[in-house]
């Protein structure tokens, strides 16, 4: 399996943001691969960011694994109720990540639905179809990520991200759509760091 290298992970964090979208994020559980085409990401960057969980270098017990080397997996919950999945990059010490925010379910859509919404993928609604995978703590929850994962080596067999989506048995997607660079969601209260444009996503929107 092709799996991306540690260091595809130590390197600036908003370009790694962004070429992470249209690459396959895959997550073994228990002897079926779930697998999630990534179309919607956010870089985080501790040291300049206001946003970010260790700003300033901040650290705390709940973002120990940002300080750690690239190329894991750091999972946080908000709110109480929802994980959201970050992959760690740059350097070991330098406290960055890039949230998933969105993808499109490829692999393992049985699995995937019922997790999300306990339905078989032919019983959900256009509006379920439409909002299965849209947000950070939609995906955890249809590949079963919690803090449980959190620290996992994005290079083992538990939960990784391969650009080869031949060697999961899928037939190579059609053109990528433009990317779209925007302000990230839900950051009012992080100062100028709220008007950086280190979201990236394939649609035309700004929500």
Known sequence: MAVLSHDFYNGDTVEIARSLLGKYLVRRYEDELLAVRITETE????RCDKACHAY???KT????TMFGPPGHAYIYLIYGMHHCLNLVTEPEGEPSAVLIRGGEAVLGMETITRFRYGRKPGELTSYQKKHLLDGPGK???ALALTRNEDGIDLTGDTLWVTDEPAELGLALPREA???WRTRRIGIDYAE??????WRFTYEEQTR
């Open 43 to 46: 870089a985080y960057v501790g």
């Open 56 to 58: 300033g270098y901040r």
């Open 61 to 64: 017990a709940r973002n120990e």
């Open 139 to 141: 995906l955890c929850r």
């Open 177 to 179: 759509p433009p990317v």
């Open 192 to 197: 100028e760091a709220r008007d950086f444009l």
